[in-house]
């Protein structure tokens, strides 16, 4: 059954509906260039179903028989107004928190379905595929420089910073509103840097955003 529910940092659920979650594919050159990839020329987007969210800090439940499981953390934008054809500012407005995500993914039937010119949907939107943190609203974050990290057994993996992002939060949620509507409740993972592997059960998984937010979550 799904239960999933947004909530911000101090418990409290935000009052919005999960509706879709829109994702950047290649938005960190290194990342691109570390899985072989060329860089894009504009963001490359694809959308995970509200189903595949799950509270973070829940055990990590992986797939069984279908490879390798690989995490990406990422910067998860919480949207809390209608954009359709948004101009900066009206994107900028419209965001209503942030938090964490790890767009687990499927590595083996992702690289599958590259070589067969396919879509990803069936590597990224299994059940449990978007773990998400709570939210910190917007008006908490000191600048649009925001920092990220994750950490598995307590050893580094990956670093974040929107600075290094090639296309910026605000921009990006703008050109994904001219391409299709955001509502309010959808969440937009902003890309993932450098970094990625496979996960393995017993892992500890660690993430902070800023000093504004810590979870954990643990493999099984």
């Known amino acids: 059954m799904h239960d999933y529910q947004h909530h911000w940092k101090d418990g409290t659920p935000v009052h919005l509906p999960l509706g879709k979650i829109v994702c950047i594919g290649r938005n960190y050159a290194e990342h691109a260039r570390e899985l072989n990839n060329p860089v894009p020329e504009e963001p490359l987007l694809f959308i995970k179903p509200a189903t595949a969210a799950v509270h973070i800090t829940r055990p990590l439940a992986l797939p069984k028989d279908k490879g390798s499981v690989h995490y990406e953390a990422e910067l998860a934008v919480l949207i809390g107004r209608p954009l359709t054809n948004a101009s900066a500012s009206e994107a900028e407005t419209a965001i209503l928190g942030y938090g964490l995500a790890l767009d687990l993914t499927l590595r083996d039937v992702q690289s599958q379905?590259?070589?067969?010119?396919?879509?990803?949907?069936?590597?990224?939107?299994?059940?449990?595929?978007?773990?998400?943190?709570?939210f910190v609203a917007s008006d908490k974050f000191r600048n649009d420089n925001i920092h990220f990290t994750l950490d598995i057994d307590g050893e580094r993996r990956q670093t974040g910073d929107t600075h290094d992002m090639l296309n910026p939060v605000v921009p990006l949620i703008a050109h994904i509103s001219s391409h299709f509507s955001l509502m309010p409740g959808d969440v937009v993972l902003t890309g993932t840097p450098k970094g990625v592997g496979p996960l393995a059960p017993g892992q500890t998984l660690s993430l902070e955003l800023e000093d504004l937010l810590f979870v954990e979550t643990k493999v099984v």
Not at 113 to 133: I, N, T, V, Y
């Open 113 to 134: 379905l590259k070589e067969k010119g396919q879509p990803w949907e069936r590597a990224k939107s299994f059940d449990g595929a978007c773990p998400l943190s709570p």
